[in-house]
């Protein structure tokens, strides 16, 4: 845990029935929730003000939840335990929530659903709520140490920060995953599970770009800025979507996707052309006496990703001179384009984390530790990470309205 330098003349330790730590998504659903049940409720972020990450999600648009939300959008290495909550607070409960607000919002492909002016939005509906519910917030606070104590007869937690002491009955973590460091992310939420023996399961980049070997750097650095429909694949998973050539690698949404179920070292097919069978139209168009291969590539694909895929030497060539044999090895070159990541941007790009608090020790219930009374882990910092497209942050509502039930 980053500790702070201690400041002098502390005050006494102030009592509140609930601490969140972190003013995310997820903490100030929980909070909001707690308040409404008359809980004396105190926010805690190291950030100056709430809600940072929340603000630049969807694009600056709030992609704030997903029309189709499943628990088969999820990963976590216990993958039923996201259900409980899903099915408790749904994404048409949120809705009914922004909708009280007056927020304007629209549906756009797949299901995801965007305010139309900005994410603003959101988290002025959230930190209205937290006003109408009498939560307080403290930030620009740094933890210093967390103990489990007994105060008065009651359990309890003492938190100590560089702006004074409190005890509270109930300590909820809500302090997010690694990525995106630039708006604050810290392995607090991870340090104080493993500081009550919890176990916190592996954890990596995920919805996050692709690096490229360096000789396939230097090859496609050429088609930086192209982006095209396609299918991506590791075998266990396939993606469909946009995929954007950048001149560090692979990106767009159908990479950010596949990047979660991605394993180090491990190689991935691209189908440059879904909707075409190209062996099919290559033979169909081989009579014509004037049509070209890059030509017929042309009217698919864009010019400089297509001259970066067809073989030098058949890019001129006549159709009529190319045997069927080469087609099919063309084809491949496009539809079933092997290509193995460098690795990922990491988590100064990534928008999520994968891996977390390990979801055996946490009640799916009321997202209470197990063997912890009193300790609460919700939002990204346990062991479920959504796929693109408005689930992560269903999932923060949904575990954070969980938890505001209980605290």
Known sequence: MQAAMSVRNKRLTEKREVIIIGAGASG????????????????????KHPGRKLLITGGGCCNFTNCHISADHYISHNPHFCKSALSRYTQWDFLKLVQKHHIAFSERAEGQLFCNRSSRDILNMLLSECKDAGVCFQTDSEIEKI?????????????????????????????????MPATGASPLGYEIARQFHIRVMPLRAGLVPFTLQPEDKEKLSALSGISVEAVISNGRQSFRGSILFTHR???GPAVLQMSSYWEPGESLTVNLLPDTDLLDELKRLKPHPQRKLKSVLAEYLPKRLAEARVMPDLAESPLQTISHSRFKEISDRFREWRIKPGGTEGYRTAEVTVGGVECDAVSSKTMEAVQVPGLFFIGEVLDVTGRLGGYNLQWAWSSGWCAGQYV
């Open 28 to 47: 100030l659903m929980c909070a909001v929730e707690a308040g409404r049940r008359q809980r004396k409720v105190l926010v805690m972020d190291h950030a």
């Open 147 to 179: 103990e489990k104590i007994e105060s008065d007869g009651a359990q309890g937690f003492k938190v100590c920060t560089d702006q004074g002491d409190f005890f509270c009955e109930s300590l909820v973590v809500a302090a997010g995953g690694l990525s």
């Open 249 to 251: 690698g692979l990106s």
